[in-house]
């Protein structure tokens, strides 16, 4: 299968801070990237979709000045956490779906983020 | 309608058998099916998806069964092992949409008892 790479895997910072969070899809051209964030024992929850080039489109209930992502190429999208806090903490997981390949969507390993 | 239920929500099968978990489905304007495998603190893998032209798909020990008329359907891991012990979620997207977004299930916990 395809890869989605997720960087970095796991990161602690401090109230306030923003911390970003990479994903690149490594061999093949990603249209359209997800982003989820997930609970403990719960299911995937899309944050938002975005496509390259245009801006991000934010589930409801998302807030977007929170949560900035950038799709500025094909095989490159970008979560920042603005001003994180501790009830930011959570798991992060993106995906990627090329048009060439239907509608399979390709998973990162994820990014633990805890905020302190 | 853009639901999809998942059930059970756990799982315990001892080593050699068979687990079954069941999804359902409202839209009928889903047309495709995958079932993701999640290990703790890690992503979803994609484990096999299928069609609703067909009724089943089998991909070695992991098999769908799909019923159209009912909205639902099934995977079935045969000959279950200690590490197929994960979180397993079904999930369902519309084709024609361009924004491809699944709609995931709520997630089955499965453990293999040796």
């Known amino acids: 299968g395809a890869v989605v790479s997720q960087h970095p895997s796991r990161v602690i910072c401090k109230s306030g801070t923003s911390v970003k969070i990479e994903c690149r899809s490594l061999d093949f051209q990603a249209t359209t990237m997800f982003w989820y964030r997930q609970f403990p024992k719960q299911s995937l929850m899309l944050m938002a979709t975005?496509?390259?080039?245009?801006?991000?489109?934010?589930e409801q209930g998302v807030e977007k000045d929170k949560f900035l992502i950038n799709h500025a190429s094909l095989t490159l999208s970008t979560l920042t956490v603005t001003s994180a806090h501790p009830e930011d903490s959570s798991f992060y997981i993106c995906s990627a779906r090329a048009g060439t390949r239907g509608n399979i969507q390709y998973f990162g390993a994820g990014t633990r983020l805890s905020v302190l | 309608q853009q639901q999809v239920k998942q059930s059970p929500q756990s799982l315990i099968v001892q080593k050699g058998g068979i687990s079954i978990i069941n999804c359902a489905y409202e839209?009928?304007?889903?047309?495709?099916f995958p079932w993701y495998q999640q290990f703790p603190g890690k992503g979803p893998a994609l484990l096999i998806a299928?069609?609703?032209?067909?009724s089943e798909k089998k991909e070695g020990r992991f098999t769908i069964s799909f019923n159209k008329s009912a909205k639902q359907f099934s995977l079935h891991i045969m000959d279950s092992q200690p590490g197929d012990s994960a979180t397993y979620f079904c999930?369902?997207?519309?084709?024609?949409?361009?924004?491809?977004?699944?709609?995931f299930g709520q997630g089955t916990t499965l453990q293999v008892k040796p």
């Open positions: 299928i069609r609703p032209d067909v």
């Open positions: 999930a369902a997207v519309k084709g024609s949409s361009n924004t491809g977004k699944l709609i």
């Open positions: 975005s496509n390259e080039g245009s801006k991000a489109t934010y």
């Open positions: 839209n009928t304007a889903f047309d495709y």
